[in-house]
Each structure stands twice: as C-alpha cells, then as structure tokens.
C-alpha cells in the first residue's frame, strides 16, 4: 500500500457546489498506476463523508494527469457555506491521504 502523497501531488478548485480535484504525479511513470487504482468509484469512497454527488474522473494524458469533477461536494456552495474551508481546498490534501495498491 502506497498513500498518493508519496507519488502525486493535488490542486482544488470550485464552482458554487461543485469541487474539481487534479492529481498529477511527481513523475511520468506513475501514470498508468493512477489510471488504473484512482477511479472515480475509489475517490467517492474515500471522500464518501464529504462527497454527497457523482464523482467523475477526466483524463489528460498530454500532460499525465486526471480530474475528477465531485458534485455536491461543498454544502450549499461556496458563496453561502459557513464551513472554514467553503473552497475545499483542503480535499486535495484529503486525496493525497487515499492509499493504493
């Protein structure tokens, strides 16, 4: 077991109450592992206490990196939340912490 931290790093970003999470790895390699442990069904899961949506993942393989786009992610939207992270940002570190075989 590998925690995606030690192979990718994470970016956040958001739309209302929709949350993007890229995770891009350090290198080039570990792409194919990311394509093949990382889905979209895994990453519901493993944020299963926040992600109330769909999940869907996006690859981008000219600059080896996926997206996944989680719906109903950020409460009543960025705009209106009273959470101390309304942007989510933290949920890229929180994706980091998801181990893979």
Not at 26 to 52: C, D, N, R
Not at 55 to 76: D, K, M, N, S
Not at 79 to 94: E, F, V
């Amino acid at each position: 077991m590998i925690k995606l931290s030690k192979i990718a790093h994470s970016r956040a970003g958001d739309k209302g109450n929709i949350l993007m999470l890229s995770l891009i790895p350090f290198e080039e390699k570990h792409y194919g592992l990311l394509l093949e442990k990382v889905t979209a069904e895994k990453v519901k899961e493993h944020l299963s206490h926040l992600i109330k949506g769909e999940v869907i993942r996006y690859e981008i393989p000219g600059i080896h990196a996926l997206q996944f786009t989680c719906y109903q992610a950020l409460g009543p939207g960025v705009t209106t939340s009273l959470a101390l992270d309304a942007h989510g940002k933290s949920l890229s570190y929180a994706l980091l912490e998801m181990e893979i075989e």
